[in-house]
């Protein structure tokens, strides 16, 4: 069984079937989803379709992204709506250098003050690092008692070690899959397979030979198979290990 560690289910690529999508993974062989959040929108979205299926769990939290703009009370909405059963984390938070509309500064704040309240909360997050490695590892680093997942990695296998010593985790998407990839398959050489997870982040990222595709968690077996190849273990083997290694990060039995 697969454990899809990130999925974006509410994105409007979903709206002619996010049902049939989401009723035919057990089959697939994909039992656990968790789908972050990006904004307050997003959250109750992501809620909503943790309610509806028992393998779909949810995260809550601001992306950098979508820092500008808040309202005054985002932070204790956020609070409130982590309280849900099903959300397992706070995320999808974290720095994004890549688009240049939010400024820095914000983005660091609202990071910030959502790894304060994970903290607080004893829930893990979801770290959305783009173009932001530096920043990203010194403010991590400046909250000792946080937990969680580095999704999407795509630092180095020095920063990679690094993050696995102060007890985060690493996903990875389809990208780990693609003909030209270098530095994540390095990663993945230099991480304990415990720490790692697979992640679609669909809609996007489909995965060699679905580039280009919409992506679903259906795939996420080929990010498996990829990590399987460099680790030197069977599908399968990977597939329980992820899995066990989500389960245990976002407290999922
Ligand atoms: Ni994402």
């Known amino acids: 069984m697969l454990f899809d560690t990130h999925a974006h289910y509410y994105d409007q690529a979903f709206d002619g079937d996010r049902d049939a999508v989401l009723a035919a993974l057990p089959e697939s062989g994909v039992g656990l989803v968790l789908c972050p959040a990006c904004d307050l929108e997003s959250c109750r979205a992501a809620i909503q379709l943790a ?6 769990y949810a ?10 703009g808040l309202p005054p009370d985002w932070l204790q909405q956020v609070e409130a709506m982590s309280r849900h059963p099903k959300v397992k984390a706070i995320g999808e938070i974290g720095l994004d250098y890549y688009w240049k509309e939010v400024p820095h500064d914000l983005q660091k704040e609202v990071f910030q003050a959502q790894l304060s309240l994970a903290q607080r909360l004893d829930l893990p997050v979801i770290v959305h690092d783009r173009e932001a490695h530096g920043d990203c590892l010194s403010i991590v680093r400046a909250f000792p008692g946080a937990r ?4 999407c990695y795509s630092g180095s296998a020095e920063d990679a070690k690094t993050l696995v010593a ?15 990839a270098r530095k994540g398959p390095e990663v993945v050489a230099a991480v304990p ?3 790692l997870m697979v992640e679609t982040d669909a ?20 990010m498996a198979e990829a990590i399987g190849d460099i680790k030197g273990l069977p599908v399968e083997e990977v597939a329980r290990i992820t899995t066990e290694n989500g389960k245990r990060l976002f407290g999922i039995d």
Do not use: Q
């Open 166 to 180: 102060l007890g985060w985790h690493l996903s990875f998407t389809g990208t780990i899959t693609f003909k030209n």
């Open 59 to 68: 995260a809550v939290g601001i992306h950098p992204e979508d820092a500008l």
């Open 148 to 151: 969680g997942v580095f999704h």
């Open 193 to 195: 397979m415990e720490r």
């Open 51 to 56: 309610e509806a299926y028992p393998y779909v």
């Open 203 to 222: 809609p996007y990222m489909a995965p060699v030979p679905f580039r280009g595709k919409r992506c679903d968690s259906r795939y996420v077996y080929r």
